[in-house]
C-alpha cells in the first residue's frame, strides 16, 4: 500500500477511536500521546497482516483483547483508567481492518466498528467508549446479528454508515 495512504488510513483509524473514547490519562504530555499513538499504530500493522487472509471471528476478538491487553501493558500510565477499553480497542481494530477491506488489502470483516450509529440502529443505550470487557462486545456483536438480515456485519455496516453519516 502507499506510504501516503497507509498514513492517513491509521490517522483517520486513531482519529475515530479517540475522539469520544477519553483515552488519556489526564495532564499527559504531547510526547506521551505521541509515543502512545506510534505503539498503537506499530500493533495496528502487525495485527492486521493476519487480515490478508480470512480471519476467523474468535481470532478476531482475540486481537481486540491483544490489542487492549499489548498497549495496556506498555503504556499504563498515559491510558486513562490504566487501560485501553475494550471499546476503544475493537473501534481501532475494526475502523483499520474495514479501511483495508475497502481497499482490497484484506479479507472481508467477520465484525465491523461499533459506534453510536451502530447502536442506535440496533436500540442499545450503551456507548461504544464504555465497553469494558469482550462480553458486552460480544452482546453488542450478538444484537447486532438478529437486527442485520442476511447480509454480512460488515456490508450491513457499510450500508448503513453510508446512508447515515
Not at 66 to 92: C, D, V, W
Not at 152 to 165: M, Q, R
Request: hydrophobic letters at 35%; aromatic letters at 8%.
Amino acid at each position: 500500500m502507499n506510504e501516503f495512504i497507509e498514513k492517513i488510513i491509521i490517522g483517520r483509524t486513531i482519529q475515530a477511536a479517540f475522539q469520544r473514547g477519553k483515552v488519556y490519562a489526564e495532564d499527559l504530555s504531547k510526547k506521551d500521546r505521541t509515543e502512545l499513538k506510534k505503539s498503537i499504530k506499530e500493533e495496528l500493522k502487525k495485527i492486521a497482516k493476519n487480515y490478508t487472509n480470512s480471519v476467523s471471528e474468535s481470532s478476531h476478538i482475540n486481537k481486540i483483547q491483544q490489542l487492549s491487553q499489548t498497549i495496556s501493558n506498555t503504556h499504563r500510565e498515559k491510558l486513562k483508567g490504566g487501560q485501553l477499553r475494550i471499546g476503544t480497542a475493537q473501534k481501532l481494530l475494526n475502523v483499520y481492518i474495514k479501511f483495508l477491506w475497502c481497499l482490497d488489502e484484506a479479507k472481508k470483516p467477520k465484525h465491523c466498528p461499533i459506534d453510536r450509529i451502530v447502536l442506535k440502529e440496533i436500540k442499545d443505550t450503551r456507548k461504544w467508549t464504555d465497553l469494558k470487557t469482550i462480553k458486552e462486545y460480544k452482546d453488542v456483536i450478538t444484537k447486532i446479528r438478529s437486527h442485520k438480515g442476511k447480509k454480512s456485519i460488515a456490508k450491513w455496516e457499510w450500508e448503513l454508515w453510508n446512508n447515515k453519516a
